[in-house]
Structures are given as C-alpha cells and as structure tokens.
C-alpha cells in the first residue's frame, strides 16, 4: 500500500505569516491528492483535490501544489480561524490512505 | 440536501458485535464507491473499508480483515458496516464517505467530498 507522510507533525505560525505543510506519497500518485481541514470536535472538511483544485467556499487563502510524489498545502495569510489539524489523502487507488495530520496552532 | 447520516454506534463489550448504518440523500447513490474511516479519541483519520459503487468489490485495512464486513442496500440508499468480535483496538468514531464515481461506463477517483456526522464506538467490559 501506498504510505503518505506529512511533515511538520505539529506547527505554530503568527497570525497574518504563511504557512506550508507537506505531504509526501511513497509511489506516484500523479494529481490525486487532496486535502482535509479538521477542527476539534468537527468532521473533516476537503479544502483542495487533485492537488491544487479548491473545493467551493473555501477561502482563497488556501491553496495546494505538487504532483507526483510530493506535495504542499500553504494558507498565505495564517487567520486565527485556521486553528485546526490538516490531513492529506491520496485517492488514485483503494485504499484512500491519509497522512497522520497537522496540528496548527496559532503562537 | 446531500447528505450521509450515519447511525448505530454506542457501547459494547469486548467480542459483541455492532452493525453500522449511513443512510444516503440528495446524490445517486448506486453511482458511488463509500468508505468507512474511523478516527480514534485523540488520533489521526484511518479508512476501514470500502464498496465498489455496484458492491463487487469490497476492501478492508488489515486490522479489521475477517470482523468487520461492508455492504451497501442501493433500493434503501444505505450503507452497511457489520463488526464483529470487536476488541479494545475498535473504539472510535467512524464516518462514512462518499468516494469516486461511475457514469457512462467510466469510473472517476475523486476525494472523500461528503462525510457523516460520525457515529460513536466504544469497546469496554
């Protein structure tokens, strides 16, 4: 099976700076990437798919590049609502494995 | 309204069993693969199982291989998870989701874009 790895496992950024998460796939996954935001308590929410797509309603703070093997999720301008752990999910092939989570906090 | 509505969670002792339901709306059902994932207290996300979008072909992560079985009711809109011979590995709150897609003969891998509201399992003599 196909294993995704994120990095950091934990992070903490200011309001207003920019941050990236990475996420890496062990085998080519080509674009089929996407990625969660979950808050605390709260079911997981798609911000971005097929690696860079952003899903309807999600503000255009976020965004997502790669392909491949290699990924990144990058919120421009870090608000305080962003407080929340981010997971990325391959989805080319069953089994949809995801990474082990951000946990972004706010200093 | 798309939506999942999953229930059939709760409490059970070591080795009984818990059938899981997630009823469906708003989309054609019969068109999609779904998942369970689950996510216990305090981790991360982990996919369970999944159905193909006609129930041919059924997935399962190891750790529940031979336990747990996945079906889908496509007349009631409803997806199944039947768990037996649970254990204290098992507690956590499991989510059903909506994956890829058939249409025209063509099948479409897409990401997990509709989720239940999660249902609640704990294991516990």
């Known amino acids: 099976d196909i294993q995704m790895t994120q990095s950091p496992s934990s992070l903490s950024a200011s309001a207003g700076d920019r941050v990236t998460i990475t996420c890496r796939a062990s085998?080519?996954?080509?674009?089929?990437l996407a990625w969660f935001q979950q808050k605390p308590g709260k079911v997981p929410k798609l911000l971005i798919y097929?690696?860079?797509t952003l899903q309807s309603g999600v503000p255009s703070r976020f965004s997502g590049s790669g392909s491949g093997t290699d990924f990144t999720l990058t919120i421009s301008s870090l608000q305080p609502e962003d407080v929340a752990t981010y997971y990325c999910?391959?989805?080319?092939?069953?089994?949809?494995?995801f990474g082990q989570g951000t946990r972004l906090e706010i200093k | 309204q798309v939506q999942l509505v999953e229930s059939g969670g709760g409490a059970v002792q070591p080795g009984r069993s818990l059938r899981l339901s997630c009823a469906a709306s708003?989309?054609?059902?019969?068109?999609?693969?779904m998942y369970w994932v689950r996510q216990a207290p305090g981790k991360g996300l982990d996919w369970v199982a999944a159905?193909?979008?006609?129930?041919?072909?059924?997935y399962y992560t190891d750790s529940v291989k031979g336990r747990f079985t996945i079906s889908r009711d496509d007349s009631k809109s409803t997806l199944y998870l039947q768990m037996n011979s649970l254990t204290v590995e098992d507690p956590a709150v499991y989510y059903c989701?909506?994956?890829?897609?058939?249409?025209?003969?063509?099948?479409?891998?897409?990401?997990?874009?509709?989720w239940g509201q999660g249902t609640m399992v704990t294991v516990s003599s």
């Open positions: 989701a909506r994956g890829g897609y058939c249409s025209g003969g063509t099948c479409y891998s897409r990401p997990f874009d509709i």
């Open positions: 708003g989309f054609t059902f019969s068109s999609y693969a």
């Open positions: 159905i193909s979008y006609d129930g041919s072909n059924k």
């Open positions: 085998q080519d996954i080509s674009y089929y």
């Open positions: 097929d690696a860079s």
């Open positions: 999910q391959k989805y080319n092939s069953v089994p949809s494995s």
